[in-house]
């Protein structure tokens, strides 16, 4: 196949810290099960973006383990895709630092996410500062196309770009520059207790989101405690409704059922009948992944597929290196 002739490349990461939760599913890894079909994908678990904060070794392990049965329990196929581990790939962190000589330290002082993690702290771990670098080595060391992401890593695929573009300004054309995805609804799913933050898996109140593992119980809980207004009119307006216009999206979402619909279904209808349908509709979409993580998390096929993954990386990865290393005259060269 020639190269125009090559699939498109997907790369998306998601960090191994424990619960994943319905935002992460619907703005991120709905759209890897979709994108394997006609794309060339990988897929990995980002353990070293998860140690710019502290983790616990034996839990930091485990939750790499969950995350990739997740990717499995929601429909990636390890025939069509990889999957992998990030520390299992060295190049990430050696393209991380290439690109880290090629970064401004102002431009990563501007990133959202850096800002709002280092707040409150005295000194920021520098990690944390080198997040976005990393995560544009994850993305460039693949050649990659497409990243399916949810709307909050828009300013660091941004600066993925920004970065793979100056490169090519200033030596020859070395990378690909790649373009982010992003679903129309679900992109950004609001907390369920606070549907001005987006859900997120830190959050103290276990009842601001809907991990992919919650029982059932515990879906119905949250859903039936969301925080909505006092209007008691079921309509899509995010400005003046943030909470029902959040549990629309997830409806609609979840349901297949567009927002329209759902709107004239609950016409003179109550948020407490409204909610009640979510909770189902919610157990039913949750139930086979439940399912099936279950039946994969503690078999030997799992640690086969992330073996067989992290080869089928690393070939891709040192190539790509090399190349990389070739243009800046790092090292004796590839002959
Ligand atoms: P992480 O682990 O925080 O989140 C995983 C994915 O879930 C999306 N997401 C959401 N989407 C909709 N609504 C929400 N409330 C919500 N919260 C999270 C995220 O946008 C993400 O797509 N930096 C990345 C991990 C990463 C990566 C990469 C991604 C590292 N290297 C290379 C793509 C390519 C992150 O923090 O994901």
């Known amino acids: ?12 990461g998601v960090q191994p810290t424990g619960n994943i939760h319905i935002g992460n599913y619907l703005g991120a890894l709905r759209q890897f099960v979709e994108l394997q079909e006609d794309h060339d994908c990988i897929y990995c678990i980002v353990d070293e973006h998860a140690i710019t904060v502290p983790q616990d070794p034996k839990e930091l392990r485990s939750h790499i383990l969950d995350v990739a049965s997740l990717y499995l329990a929601i429909g990636v196929d390890p025939k069509k895709s990889i999957i992998f581990v990030q520390s299992d790939v060295p190049a990430h962190a050696e393209l991380s630092w290439i690109l880290t000589c090629n970064s401004y330290t102002g431009e990563l002082f501007r990133m959202t996410q850096f800002k709002s993690k280092s707040q409150n702290k005295e000194s ?17 060391l693949y050649d990659t196309d497409v990243v399916p992401v949810g709307n909050d890593q ?69 859903i039936m405690k969301s925080t909505t207004d006092s209007d008691g009119t079921i309509r899509f307006d995010v400005e003046n409704k943030p909470g029902v216009s959040n549990l629309l999206n997830i409806y609609s979402v979840l349901s297949g059922k567009t927002i329209d619909e759902l709107v004239s279904e609950y016409d003179g209808k109550g948020y ?20 099936k993580f279950d039946e994969i998390r503690h078999s030997d096929e799992l640690i086969e597929i992330l073996n067989d993954g992290a080869e089928r990386a690393n070939a891709i990865a040192v190539r790509t290196l090399q190349r990389v290393k070739d243009v800046y005259g790092l090292g004796l060269g590839s002959k």
């Open 1 to 12: 196949m020639s190269d125009n002739q090559r699939l498109k490349r997907v790369f998306s």
């Open 154 to 222: 828009k300013q660091h695929i941004e600066l993925a770009r920004d970065i793979a573009t100056r490169v090519n300004n200033t030596r020859k054309k070395t990378f690909v520059v790649p373009e982010g995805r992003f679903m129309k609804e679900g992109a950004r799913i609001m907390a369920l207790d606070d549907p001005t933050q987006k859900m997120s898996k830190s959050a103290e109140n276990i009842h601001s989101r809907i991990s992919l593992l919650d029982d059932e119980n515990k879906i119905k809980k949250s």
């Open 272 to 291: 407490g009948d409204f909610k009640k349908d979510l909770v189902d509709v919610t157990i039913s979409s949750l139930a086979p992944i439940k399912e």
């Open 124 to 140: 920021a771990p520098a990690g944390l500062l080198m997040y976005p670098v990393l995560m544009a080595a994850d993305i460039l």
